[in-house]
């Protein structure tokens, strides 16, 4: 890859932030990023902002017809800009639409604009829907959407493969499952972690706690990005992320228990799904991840109990 | 189904004012029509607006946040506004999302608030990219995207199975192949029609001929989706509209010849595709659609020389 300078969308969230690090720790690379910071934090660039080969850009990108002059003279763009929470869809249905899909086609015209020519972009296992393969392949048969988070996901993955298409810029689409890890601030480990420093004689747990949920490290992550867009050099390659395991929402609670040392009452809000929308089950086949020779470093247990040691250091996450 | 109102948005268009006017002949409905009349045309709802039962509102669907009081009381949403130029891409990236995924998603919004429960959308074969599998079935392997305009399809596709999944709406999807007949204003027949009146001597046809083009009567298709939403009762019915056979750009040509009884001179432009974005072969299997009893009454010669005959009586169409 000849690359020298890299922009990174959404650089100061959860995966973003992990990025730039490892990035600019791995790569002689000038990293360029960019954050609106609605829920990106400037203290996950403490470390960035102290390398001179990092420039930090606030920027909203949902402004309409944006060309942004960063986008100038960068060899790969790292779009993870997007809304995050998955779940924060009964109240406004047009957050996804406008923070994924417009967000995305905006990223994509501004590379045009400026003939940046690769991308990286975060997609998500939430676009297999209700799977009726699992492990999911990314071959899957062609899925239905259960989510408005996983639909506009799907509709950027469609914008970034005819942009492919119809103006020659080469794509790294990862479906990832869900991420833990250092500065992780939403999800049920964070929930539960929240709830439990408060009151640690009690616990509300979405659903009946069956909920199979597959995980995989913030740092296996990072590293899985970065091999895979050194491994794969199809013009779209399509990519899933995640683990050989999953766990149920009742085993994390057990290993939480345990590390935290406390032993609250558990209260099932009942039904087999945490919420309207969730999907129950997504488990992803990695055989092609692994191909690359990638293998993941830590168990889900393992990433569970790193996530723990993080927020019990990091309190101010909290807040 | 127990439906006593629908309201069709794109109705002056070609396949929504044939639907109008199928359904104002074979049902006692109350049907609500809307156009922008960007593309539609008024001449198209001559008949309808004759009917009692037919009422028209001029709305353009993409303004923001817009909840249309003509949603109020309706029992079905037959949704066929679109940017229906597929070939209209390098200009402006913006007119799919625009026109098809924004105007979906208001669309839906409008259902949400005025309590409708059920549509029926206009998709395309487009959205399977360039099929592995031909003839292609529905449940396919999850396909890349080619083009912007099945990219937006498919982004209204997953924004209406999650609002079925979330609001409880039942949702019939028709993925066409092109579709001729009466009122067919785009496309390469319509094209090469208009160069021959103009100059029957000379023909100039994108590409080499060869693509490979699968075609459905507009009689053929306004039934099958009638006969389909009556047949399939699946909350999210996805079903794909076509024909057993396909032609080559070049048979439809020696057709058009016979017809017209001209003898021009073809000039290729070259390339095995008709523009970038386009697939070179959409070719559905439609065992699916076929199992409700339905079949097609016209071949695709039928239905290319039904087309002629309809552009020779209403000739003012081509200005």
């Given at each position: 890859m000849n690359i020298k300078t890299v922009l990174i969308t959404g650089c100061a969230g959860f995966i973003g932030s992990n990025l730039v690090d490892y990035i600019l720790s791995t790569t002689d690379w000038k990293v360029r990023g960019i954050d609106n910071f609605s829920t990106g934090r400037s203290e996950f660039l403490f470390q960035a902002l102290q390398n001179s080969r990092f420039t930090l850009l606030k920027q909203d990108l949902k402004e309409k017809y944006l060309i942004i002059?960063?986008?100038?003279?960068?060899?790969?763009v790292f779009h993870l800009a997007?809304?995050?929470?998955?779940?924060?869809?009964n109240e406004d249905t047009n957050v996804d639409l406008r923070e994924n899909t417009l967000v995305t086609h905006n990223v994509l015209e501004c590379m045009r604009s400026k003939n940046v020519k690769k991308i990286v972009f975060s997609s998500t296992g939430s676009v297999y829907g209700e799977a009726k393969v699992i492990p999911t392949p990314e071959d899957c048969p062609f899925p239905r959407q259960t989510s408005l988070y996983g639909a506009s996901k799907l509709a950027c993955e469609g914008l970034i493969a005819a942009y492919s298409e119809l103006f020659g810029i080469q794509a790294w689409i990862f479906r990832f499952v869900s991420i833990l890890g250092?500065?992780?601030?939403?999800?049920h480990v964070y929930d539960f972690y929240k709830q439990l420093i408060k009151d640690p004689t009690s616990l509300r747990v979405l659903g009946?706690?069956?909920q199979k949920k597959s995980y995989l490290y913030i740092g296996d992550c990072v590293r899985a990005i970065m091999d895979a867009v050194e491994h794969f050099k199809d013009t779209v390659n399509v990519i899933n992320l995640g683990t050989n395991e999953y766990c149920c929402v009742n085993d994390s609670i057990l290993w939480i228990k345990e590390f935290l040392e406390v032993n609250p009452k558990i209260v099932f809000t009942g039904g087999n799904k945490g919420w309207v929308g969730d999907n129950p089950f997504i488990y992803l086949n990695t055989d092609l991840i692994r191909s690359s020779g990638w293998v993941p470093s830590l168990t889900i247990r393992d990433s569970i109990i790193k996530t723990l040691s993080y927020l019990q250091s990091n309190k101010w996450v909290l807040r």
């Open positions: 002059d960063e986008f100038e003279g960068v060899d790969c997007a809304n995050a929470d998955v779940r924060n869809i250092e500065r992780y601030t939403h999800g009946d706690g069956n």
